[in-house]
């Protein structure tokens, strides 16, 4: 009897009201996704951000588990914010796991995946520094490229504000190339057909950061040449792809960890803390550590830090005086007014113990900042902000997108809203393997 296969197809920051604005005259396979398969909502974690969002997808378990809160450490102890890899989770990926290791894997471009490590199958990963070793076996790039596939990775794609239609073509470049070695790998391209395929395409996020503007009333742009519109399109290619390679053994499973919608600026909390006394600036505009008790942590975690003694480099804020220095920070938070709406600029200001609970929690900011208007975010490490041209930004994540699946093990129709943790049983369930008892998710699917 054939094994049974399963795909996953990562659309990252796919907006469920542009799914539906678009419909099937545009986006007819995630219109077929719907009618033929079940689908549904997906919640993203508390913070919406794909690294906890990935992490907790492919490992089954939230960020209080596996202790990843953004792409950098929200706790360097000498301020300066450290990459995080693939040796970063403290709970195994899905396919790193013992239980799975007779199944082989084909991994496209997954957060957490680089350094590659060897596995029963194959891996291209998402290097987060420049680096010609980014794929198992080694020599893969070359072996696709004689299949004419030239990978190209997010890390050496960056936008400085260069020429739309230049930064467009290599963005969509970068995803078409990832699903040719993709559906590649599918079609047994590499010799041995992997039982699961797991591919993340990241141009629907990438372009919707920094051309959402387009996409709002009054656009100058015409619809079909909005690039955000372009990404959607290119991903529904690559999801008709395999629905079409969708048989009684092979199933199929699209979403994405987080949606998305529109930003109007970033707002630096830094400039807060300074005017409640909690921050001192130094000379080169970043806190004076000497002087500074609480500073935003690093972007995409909307947390503040207190500059605890003996967890940082120049702590000043004595762990007995911790919880009295978190209620003067929440207070100057909740009662800043962002001056461009005239209302709050937080909803709620969160302890991180209040909100993560599990070994890794601490590895979670002190505080998490609960936007009262999510157009307006906290602005995140100043130096990393201003490396990164985080300002040219027109657009940011929101915490609801979709999920979909075709296949025996989902039945069809409207499902229950979803978890990036149930990613990770799903994806057991699609492959016929019974549950993993540590796992605290659930398969998504309809009925």
């Known amino acids: 009897m054939p094994r049974r ?3 996953v197809l990562v659309t990252e920051g796919a907006a469920p009201e542009l799914l539906e604005r678009w419909g099937p005259d545009v986006l007819p396979a995630f219109a077929r996704l719907r009618a033929e398969g079940a689908s549904g909502t997906m919640h993203s974690e508390l913070v919406p951000y794909e690294p906890p969002g990935l992490i907790s997808a492919f490992t089954g378990h939230g960020p209080a588990e596996h202790g990843c809160f953004s792409y950098w450490d929200a706790h360097s102890p000498d301020y300066e914010p450290a990459v995080l890899d693939s040796s970063s989770p403290r709970r195994p990926l899905l396919w790193q796991r013992p239980e799975l290791a007779d199944l082989t894997t084909a991994v496209v471009n997954v957060f957490g995946s680089h350094p590659v490590r060897p596995l029963n199958g194959v891996s291209i990963g998402y290097p987060m520094r420049r680096t010609l070793h980014a794929c198992h076996p080694r020599d893969l790039p070359v072996r696709l490229g004689r299949a004419g596939i030239h990978l190209a990775h997010d ?3 960056w936008f400085t504000g260069q020429d739309k239609e230049e930064f467009t073509a290599k963005v969509l470049g970068a995803d078409r190339a990832r699903a040719d070695a993709a559906l590649h790998l599918f079609d047994g391209g590499q010799d041995e057909r992997p039982d699961l395929l797991v591919l993340n395409l990241t141009a629907i996020d990438r372009l919707s950061h920094v051309y959402w503007q387009e996409l709002e009333p009054g656009s100058p742009v015409p619809e079909e040449e909005r690039s955000v519109r372009r990404a959607y399109r290119l991903a529904d290619e690559v999801l008709g792809a395999f629905l079409d390679r969708a048989d009684e053994h092979t199933e199929v499973f699209a979403f994405s960890e987080i949606g998305f919608g529109p930003l109007r600026a970033y707002c630096s909390v830094n400039e807060v803390l300074a005017a409640a006394g909690l921050l001192t600036q130094g000379p080169d505009g970043r806190p004076d550590w000497t002087a500074t008790q609480a500073f935003e942590a690093v972007q995409g975690t909307q947390g503040v830090n207190l500059n605890t003694a003996g967890r940082y480099k120049h702590g000043i804020v004595e762990p007995h005086l911790r919880e009295r220095t978190a209620d003067r920070v929440r207070e100057a938070l909740l009662a800043h007014i962002n001056p461009l709406t005239g209302l709050p600029l937080f909803a709620e200001v969160l302890r991180g113990e209040d ?20 157009r307006y975010l906290p602005l995140g490490d100043t130096h990393w902000s201003a490396q990164v041209h985080r300002t040219l930004q027109s657009g940011w994540h929101r915490r609801e997108s979709y999920w979909g699946g075709i296949g025996g093990s989902f039945g069809s129709g409207a499902g229950p809203d979803g978890r990036p943790l149930d990613v990770a049983p799903t994806v057991l369930r699609m492959l016929g393997r019974p549950p993993l008892p540590d796992l605290p998710g659930v398969p998504l699917g309809a009925g």
């Not at 599990?358 to 936007?371: Q, T």
Request: proline share 12%; no cysteine.
């Open 5 to 7: 296969r399963a795909v």
């Open 155 to 157: 890390v050496n794609i």
């Open 355 to 374: 909100v993560h609970s599990g070994p890794a929690a601490h590895r979670a900011p002190d505080l998490i900042l609960v936007p009262y208007d999510w």
